[in-house]
């Protein structure tokens, strides 16, 4: 079986670009998570979903991102306008129920 | 909320040797998984070993161990015959049983093996 798939899997751009990161699940999983690993702050949740439903958005920073999960094969991580403070590694996971999460290889995200 | 925390940022063990890798949490619930993943350069986050709080027995992934102590919410990983390709980080990380299905994640220890 395939695993999560991300892209891109580097992303380097300018301050006040829209960025999106692209997260396919593993077939099955009903839920999907979008976590931020910064040296500062270590691995975050910032939103995850269950059946493509948000189920907790408590984690993302503000207005400028938003995450959207049209179906349950595709989701996406959209930051507009983006910040240098945003640099990060992002990385998608999904998972079925009680079972361990399995994780993307993230998409390093480069703010300048 | 619950808080995870692993008070090593850095470890050093000898190839072949053992080492354990520190990690306690707060809760206030009685049913949750813990896990350890590990992160190598390659940024890939690996699944290493995973307990659930009902279950007293230790969980055992081949050369990895953990002592999962639940009064005192303690879970270290052992890692016996230690191997250059352990060298990683390695995250502990805390699930509800119920409810939020999202992992709290620690701040990490930084593996290292000498050869």
């Known amino acids: 079986d395939a695993g999560v798939i991300q892209s891109p899997r580097h992303e380097v751009t300018e301050m006040g670009q829209e960025v999106t990161l692209r997260c396919k699940p593993i077939s099955g999983h009903d839920y999907l998570f979008w976590y931020r690993q910064t040296m500062m702050r270590g691995l975050e949740l910032l939103i995850y979903f269950n059946n493509n439903v948000p189920i907790d958005d408590s984690g993302m920073p503000e207005d400028r991102f938003s995450a959207k999960m049209p179906n349950a094969s595709f989701s996406t991580l959209k930051i507009q306008p983006s910040e240098p403070r945003d640099s990060a590694v992002y990385f998608c996971?999904?998972?079925?129920?009680?079972?361990?999460?399995?994780f993307g290889d993230g998409t390093r995200l480069s703010i300048l | 909320a619950q808080t995870v925390t692993q008070s090593q940022p850095e470890m050093s063990v000898q190839e072949a040797e053992t080492v354990t890798l520190s990690c306690t949490y707060d809760t206030s619930e009685s049913d949750y998984y813990l896990f350890w993943y590990k992160q190598p350069p390659s940024r890939q986050m690996i699944l290493v070993i995973r307990q659930e709080a009902y279950k007293q027995q230790n969980a055992t992934e081949n050369r990895f161990s953990v002592n999962f102590q639940k009064a005192a919410k303690s879970f270290s990983l052992k890692i016996s015959d230690s191997q250059l390709g352990d060298a990683a980080m390695y995250f502990c990380?805390?699930?509800?049983?119920?409810?939020?299905?999202?992992?709290?994640f620690g701040q990490g220890t930084r593996l290292t093996i000498n050869p």
């Open positions: 990380a805390y699930r509800s049983a119920e409810g939020a299905q999202k992992l709290v």
């Open positions: 996971a999904s998972g079925r129920n009680i079972q361990p999460q399995h």
